[in-house]
């Protein structure tokens, strides 16, 4: 399971209409250690409002991104890449760059941040019949009171 900004999801399908592959960004590392089990992401919308309750989108995992294809920088999201400019501009540009923040961390007791995709090969609205409703799957303790999203990829058992 995984949250994303509805502008991203909104990006990332036309990512995909355009090139059959996009990159969802999934913040850190979490549980991607255990994709290679997983053939479909369940993902919650974060709109202005805050995190829907529910999973409402459905995401089928990619394999692999074909080298013959776009670059990857590419296949971001619009608006992520709107919101991270430099990263983006970092990430197209060959050769030596300025030293960017993960690099200039200061701090070393805490490793640099990292910013992980997630490549998808699909992307679809759940029906609401089909909708996983995030808090039955976390203890009210764990949530502090307030609807799950989860902030990196996370492993769920989804209830029957």
Aim: contains cysteine.
């Amino acid at each position: 399971m995984l949250a994303c900004p509805a502008e991203d999801l909104a990006a990332a399908r036309t990512v995909l209409a355009g090139h059959g592959i996009a990159l969802l960004p999934a913040g850190g590392e979490g549980d991607l250690d255990q994709a290679s089990e997983i053939e479909a992401l369940y993902i919650v919308e974060i709109t202005g409002d805050g995190a829907r309750p529910a999973a409402t989108f459905m995401a089928e995992l990619a394999q692999h991104i074909p080298l013959s294809g776009p670059s990857p920088a590419d296949l971001l999201p619009a608006s992520w890449v709107a919101r991270h400019p430099d990263a983006y501009r970092h990430a197209r540009r060959p050769g030596p760059t300025e030293p960017s923040e993960a690099e200039l961390w200061d701090d070393e007791d805490e490793p640099p941040p990292t910013q992980v995709f997630v490549p998808v090969s699909s992307l679809t609205t759940l029906p609401q019949a089909e909708w996983v409703f995030t808090n039955e799957l976390v203890r009210k303790q764990q949530r502090d009171g307030r609807t799950f999203a989860p902030r990196v990829p996370t492993v769920v058992t989804v209830p029957d």
